[in-house]
């Protein structure tokens, strides 16, 4: 009797440590997974006074380590004004401060876009410039698509199509 209550002692124990286990491993820094993003990501986003859907097909993000994540999507901006959407193309959000090419973006929620500038324009909720940064342009890229966050040997690439932006969180 004592070895099945040892037995039992046991499989209890793993019972009330998995949830700790999967949650370290969900916590693991690196690229989200599309489960991650549908769970992460708002369904609508406010920005200059207007609530705009976010197009999750369109979503990529990250995790640092703590556990803090930074995401990015396009969002559909159709009720907005012309000059508006030149510069609005997506939600940013960062739980830790972020580095942006060479400038720094403290956390928070942002619009951004990619400019007919070749700049990468992030903004506050009220549409006011937080920064701006030259964006590259990756001609080879073969398979462009709206929004993609790509993996750079530790840091990360914010696409949107062939353009492209450095993040890297601290």
């Avoid at 986003?45 to 609530?51: A, I, L, N, T, W």
Wanted: with cysteine.
């Amino acid at each position: 009797m004592s070895r099945r209550s040892g037995v039992c002692a046991i499989a209890i124990s793993l019972y009330l440590l998995l949830p700790f286990l999967l949650s370290a491993q969900a916590s693991k820094p690196g690229l989200l997974t599309a489960q991650e993003l549908k769970r992460a990501v708002p369904t609508n986003y406010f920005f200059d006074g207007q609530v705009a859907p976010a197009q999750l097909r369109n979503a990529g993000g990250f995790r640092v380590a703590g556990g803090k994540l930074v995401l990015a999507a396009l969002v559909d901006t159709s009720g907005y004004a012309t000059d508006i959407t030149e510069k609005f193309q997506g939600l940013l959000i960062t739980e830790v401060k972020l580095h942006v090419a060479d400038s720094e973006l403290a956390p928070g929620a942002y619009g951004f876009g990619f400019n007919k500038q070749g700049k990468f324009v992030v903004m506050n909720v009220a549409a006011d410039e937080a920064l701006s940064v030259a964006a590259q342009t990756d001609d080879k890229l073969a398979h462009p698509v709206p929004l993609k966050i790509a993996e750079e040997g530790g840091a990360y690439r914010l696409y949107a199509g062939k353009k492209w932006v450095a993040l890297s969180a601290e």
